[in-house]
Structures are given as structure tokens and as C-alpha cells.
């Protein structure tokens, strides 16, 4: 596996076009598909940059406004999908859909504390505490890319990276 450090124009390149291909295709609900965002970035990296990074699942907590922790929770029976890449004893995470956590929030009656950039690529442990990611396991990996239909999502693919070659 390369263990190269992107330049932050490219990763950004690579963010935008994957969100502005799931707002053309989803609209507000474009949120709801995290699994298929880590999918779909998975695949463009491979494609664009042959980079593997791992499609992880698991539990998303965030702070809300009064500093209780809320979110999607594997022991509540939901999940959320990211992507991860170790690189030497760091491990770098890329989460595509994190532009979408304010629209979620408000759809679960939570106010976050201190929302999410457009979209998260970076080492964990350069996080923001406000925001917790963790590794749900072999199960939940497995049934978050399950849930995922090759002919449904590989257009997305073919759509992004359409839109990388042609803005440069």
C-alpha cells in the first residue's frame, strides 16, 4: 500500500466532486447514504490516485449543543460508514458525508455543537474530540457493504470521475 500524504487541493477536488455528484443525484437526503459516499470514495481514490483505503463501519457520536454525546450508534441499531488508511503507526480517516451532519442533526431533533467541515480527511488523531468515530466490527462492515448494490453505485463512480477529469 502507498503510503503518500495528498495535497489538500487534490483531496478537496476529490470531495467535491463526489458531493456535488450525490446532490445532483439525491438532494437533501443525499445524507442518508453514507455506506455508498465510503463506497463510492473508496472507488475513485483506487481509480484516480491507486490508493486502497478500507471501507470501515461503525458508531458516529457527536456533541450536541448542551455537550451530550447523540448520534448514530451501532448499539441503537444504526451505523455509519467512513473510509480509513493506515499509514505508519497514524491511521488517516475520510468521511465524505460529514457536510450532511447539520441536515441529519436536525432530521433527529439534535442541535450539534460545532458541525463538520464540507468533508473530514485527515489523521484521527488530529480530530476534533467533538466528533467520535468508532470501528464497529466485522459484522457491521460486512452488512453496511451488503447493503450496497454494484449496478446501483457504480454509475456514481463513472459520475465523479467524469467530473475530476474535466475540472482540471
Same mark, same amino acid.
Given at each position: 500500500?502507498?503510503?503518500? $500524504?495528498?495535497?489538500?487541493?487534490?483531496?478537496?477536488?476529490?470531495?467535491?466532486?463526489? @458531493? @456535488?455528484?450525490?446532490?445532483?443525484?439525491?438532494?437533501?437526503?443525499?445524507?442518508?447514504?453514507?455506506?455508498?459516499?465510503?463506497?463510492?470514495?473508496?472507488?475513485?481514490?483506487?481509480?484516480?490516485?491507486?490508493?486502497?483505503?478500507?471501507?470501515?463501519?461503525? %458508531?458516529? %457520536?457527536?456533541?450536541? %449543543?448542551?455537550?451530550?454525546?447523540?448520534?448514530?450508534?451501532?448499539?441503537?441499531?444504526?451505523?455509519?460508514?467512513?473510509?480509513?488508511?493506515?499509514?505508519?503507526?497514524? #491511521?488517516?480517516?475520510?468521511?465524505?458525508?460529514?457536510?450532511?451532519?447539520?441536515?441529519?442533526?436536525?432530521? #433527529?431533533?439534535?442541535?450539534?455543537? %460545532? $458541525?463538520?467541515?464540507?468533508?473530514?480527511?485527515?489523521?484521527?488523531?488530529?480530530?476534533?474530540?467533538?466528533?467520535?468515530?468508532?470501528?464497529?466490527?466485522?459484522?457491521?462492515?460486512?452488512?453496511?457493504?451488503?447493503?450496497?448494490?454494484?449496478?446501483?453505485?457504480?454509475?456514481?463512480?463513472?459520475?465523479?470521475?467524469?467530473?475530476? $477529469?474535466?475540472?482540471?
Amino acid at each position: 500500500m502507498k503510503s503518500v $500524504s495528498l495535497e489538500p487541493k487534490t483531496k478537496a477536488a476529490i470531495a467535491t466532486a463526489i @458531493q @456535488q455528484v450525490f446532490a445532483d443525484e439525491y438532494g437533501d437526503v443525499a445524507g442518508t447514504y453514507c455506506a455508498v459516499y465510503a463506497w463510492v470514495g473508496q472507488r475513485v481514490i483506487k481509480e484516480a490516485l491507486g490508493l486502497d483505503y478500507k471501507l470501515t463501519a461503525g %458508531s458516529l %457520536s457527536l456533541l450536541d %449543543s448542551e455537550g451530550e454525546r447523540f448520534g448514530f450508534l451501532v448499539e441503537q441499531g444504526n451505523y455509519h460508514a467512513w473510509l480509513t488508511r493506515a499509514m505508519g503507526h497514524r #491511521t488517516e480517516l475520510v468521511d465524505f458525508s460529514s457536510i450532511h451532519w447539520p441536515w441529519l442533526c436536525e432530521q #433527529t431533533g439534535y442541535e450539534i455543537r %460545532s $458541525s463538520g467541515p464540507r468533508f473530514i480527511w485527515t489523521f484521527q488523531d488530529e480530530l476534533n474530540p467533538d466528533w467520535e468515530w468508532a470501528d464497529g466490527g466485522a459484522f457491521v462492515e460486512k452488512f453496511a457493504i451488503e447493503g450496497i448494490n454494484e449496478l446501483f453505485a457504480q454509475p456514481l463512480v463513472a459520475k465523479v470521475l467524469a467530473r475530476l $477529469s474535466t475540472s482540471g
